[in-house]
Nanobody
Framework: QVQLVESGGGLVQAGDSLRLSCAAS????????MGWFRQAPGKERDFVAS????????DYADSVKGRFTISRDNARMLVYLEMSSLKPEDTAVYYC????????????????????WGQGTQVTVSS
């Protein structure tokens, strides 16, 4: 059973940067497709970014392209979400998610395809 714990959230101002981390434990990290999702108050949870288990493929929501970068460190069992030029509309609870994949270059934007989820970390961007 894989456990995921997010960290790095907080209160920042518009234009600031922030890095979220997701630490995995309890399983083989290197074959896990990893993703970040977010849920703003009163809204559904949406896809943010995903990275294949090889690290060779990434995918981003249009709303964060060019501002957010997802990466992973398989040796340390960590996945990161580097967020820059933050906007008030980026305010949300950010969730880390994972699913095992055979294809080392597979990514996914579909929540239903992810099996493991973290508890989330709050990011608040003030204007």
């Amino acid at each position: 059973q894989v456990q995921l714990v997010e960290s790095g959230g907080g209160l920042v101002q518009a234009g600031d940067s922030l890095r979220l981390s997701c630490a995995a434990s309890g399983g083989t990290f290197s074959t896990l497709l990893m993703g970040w999702f977010r849920q703003a108050p009163g809204k559904e949870r949406d896809f943010v970014a995903s990275v294949s288990w090889s690290g060779g493929s990434t995918d981003y929501a249009d709303s964060v392209k060019g501002r957010f970068t997802i990466s992973r460190d398989n040796a340390r069992m960590l996945v990161y979400l580097e967020m820059s030029s933050l906007k008030p509309e980026d305010t949300a609870v950010y969730y880390c998610a994972a699913v095992r994949r055979g294809n080392p270059f597979s990514t996914s934007a579909k929540q239903s395809e992810y099996y493991y989820w973290g508890q989330g970390t709050q990011v608040t961007v003030s204007s």
